[in-house]
């Protein structure tokens, strides 16, 4: 069994930063990709970034340049600097995980393992 754990969520205005935080608890040394979705109020849970085992990482096209994904292996957690926030960055924000290998990245029926989610709300 693996626990995730996210923090760092919070309210801040349009073009302002936020660094969330996720941390794996359990059985979690043979995860092989961890990721960060969203889900805003009336819409589908949505992919935002991706990092394998080995430190290669996936962005959806909305957020790249803007956030990044990051881990530190050694207290085994995974980051997510999110950078020029917007309006529509609005959402609650989950963490997940995964032990499989050849899967889709930013489809959540790849993921066994999720978070609470934190809320991050941005205002303009």
């Known amino acids: 069994q693996v626990q995730l754990v996210e923090s760092g969520g919070g309210s801040v205005q349009s073009g302002g930063s936020l660094k969330l935080s996720c941390a794996a608890f359990?059985?979690?040394?043979?995860?092989?990709?961890m990721a960060w979705f969203r889900q805003a109020p009336g819409k589908e849970r949505e992919g935002v970034a991706a990092?394998?085992?080995?430190?290669?990482?996936v962005y959806a096209d909305s957020v790249k340049g803007r956030f990044f994904i990051s881990q530190d292996n050694a207290k085994r957690t995974v980051y997510l600097q999110m950078n020029s926030l917007k309006p529509e960055d609005t959402a609650m924000y989950y963490c997940?995980?995964?032990?499989?290998?050849?899967?889709?990245?930013?489809?959540?029926?790849?993921?066994?393992?999720w978070g609470q989610g934190t809320q991050v709300a941005v205002s303009s």
């Open positions: 990092i394998d085992s080995d430190g290669i990482t």
């Open positions: 359990g059985y979690s040394y043979s995860i092989y990709y």
């Open positions: 997940a995980a995964t032990f499989s290998r050849a899967v889709p990245v930013f489809d959540i029926r790849s993921y066994t393992y």
